[in-house]
């Protein structure tokens, strides 16, 4: 996958202590991804990188709306969303991005991309059950709604259950009460 620019940091320039990097990431940015699931997309991510004389410590924090469509009604709303994460750049003899929160880049390695951390970080702040606010207070109109109200089966009273009991199991009962 090409990697994006913006979302390269060349640390190699950098002095040791805390650097502070803010990106806007938009609907453009999954669409690199080839990821279809949001209509639109609005998310500050704010980066933290803590250049130590051996090591990099990056913690990024997400806050921010995609817009999806409700799993229930196909209606789309804003989901809010909100992450963090914490991630280790370490060197070594090989590229290696086996451990979920350790990076290791090879010796003289001069910047790290961090597009996919930010990507993996946005699709799992995306609750799995997408459900429209309006659903689950009742405040929302819509036809599906009311096709599936009225499809849905109707829990029967208790008098109609023991209307439809079959007659035989009533002798049975009677034993039970004879004691």
Not at 146 to 154: A, F, I, V, Y
Request: glycine share 4%; with cysteine.
């Amino acid at each position: 996958m090409k990697l994006l620019k913006e979302f390269t940091i060349p640390f190699v320039g950098l002095k040791v202590g805390k650097h502070h990097f803010e990106y806007k990431v938009e609907q453009a940015f999954f669409e690199h991804f080839e990821y279809e699931d949001f209509n639109d997309v609005n998310i500050n991510v704010d980066l933290e990188l803590d250049k130590k004389s051996t090591l990099l410590a990056l913690h990024f924090k997400i806050s921010g709306w995609v817009n999806i469509n409700c799993d229930l009604t196909n209606e789309p709303f804003n989901q809010s969303v909100e992450n963090e994460f914490d991630l280790v750049v370490k060197f070594g003899d090989e590229y290696n991005d086996e451990n979920i929160d350790i990076l290791i880049l090879p010796h003289g390695t001069y910047e790290v991309s961090i597009q996919q951390y930010i990507y993996e970080l946005i699709i799992l702040a995306v609750p799995i059950k997408r459900i429209h606010p309006g659903v689950e207070d009742g405040t929302l109109d819509s036809e599906i709604l009311e096709k599936l109200e009225e499809l849905s089966p109707k829990l029967k009273d208790k008098k109609d259950k023991e209307e439809e009991t079959d007659p035989r199991w009533n002798t049975l009962k009677k034993l039970l009460t004879d004691k």
